[in-house]
C-alpha cells in the first residue's frame, strides 16, 4: 500500500425530524454531492458526532483510503 488518500469536501444540511431516520436505521446511508461535483456516499452513523437539537450541519471532510474505505470524516465549519 503506498498509503495514498481521497479528500471530499461537501456541505451537508439535514435538519433534525430527517436525521431521526437515518439514527433509526431507517434510511442507512447519506448521499451528498461534493463541491466538485462527485457523489459521495457514506454510512449514516458516522454523522452521530455531529448531531446537535437541529440536527446536522456544515461543511464536511471525508478522508477516503486508497480503496475508497472512508477513514475518517470531520465537520471543517
Known sequence: MNGKTDRIR??????AEKYKKYYSGEIRYVLARS?????VKFPASYLRRFVSHGGV???FEIVY?????????????
Open 57 to 59: 450541519s456544515g461543511e
Open 10 to 15: 461537501f456541505v451537508l444540511y439535514i435538519p
Open 65 to 77: 483510503d486508497e480503496n475508497n474505505r472512508l477513514k475518517d470524516i470531520r465537520r471543517i465549519s
Open 35 to 39: 463541491y466538485d461535483g462527485r457523489s
